[in-house]
């Protein structure tokens, strides 16, 4: 099992920056290939961005490729969403997933999910 605990949500205005954490515990977590998913009210859950277990490459979805960043410290069991140039758009419930696949953009590819933590941009 693996336990994920997301933080750093809140309400920023437009252009602004926010910083998601997510600490992972009860599995080696270099092992684990881990995702941001989002999810607006009425909306489907969305693929935001993967880090992948083995070499920490990236993987962003089109509509926040180049204001979002992920990375990941091992040390610390934990991975960012960094997210930059914030749109009203980006609002939604953001989701960290955990899977032992080394790649997957959907979320039937994750087998563990935090519980979520509220972005709000503001116009």
């Known amino acids: 099992q693996v336990q994920l605990v997301e933080s750093g949500g809140g309400l920023v205005q437009a252009g602004g920056s926010l910083r998601l954490s997510c600490a992972a515990s009860?599995?080696?977590?270099?092992?684990?290939?881990m995702g941001w998913f989002r999810q607006a009210p009425g909306k489907e859950r969305e693929f935001v961005g993967m880090?992948?277990?083995?070499?920490?490459?990236?993987t962003y979805a089109d509509s926040v490729k180049g204001r979002f960043t992920i990375s990941r410290d091992n040390a610390k069991n934990t991975v960012y969403l960094q997210m930059n140039s914030l749109k009203p758009e980006d609002t939604a419930v953001y989701y960290c997933?955990?899977?032992?696949?080394?790649?997957?953009?959907?979320?039937?590819?994750?087998?563990?999910w935090g519980q979520g933590t509220q972005v709000t941009v503001s116009s």
């Open positions: 009860g599995r080696t977590f270099s092992s684990l290939t």
């Open positions: 997933a955990a899977t032992l696949r080394y790649y997957a953009n959907y979320p039937g590819g994750y087998d563990y």
């Open positions: 880090i992948k277990r083995s070499g920490g490459s990236t």
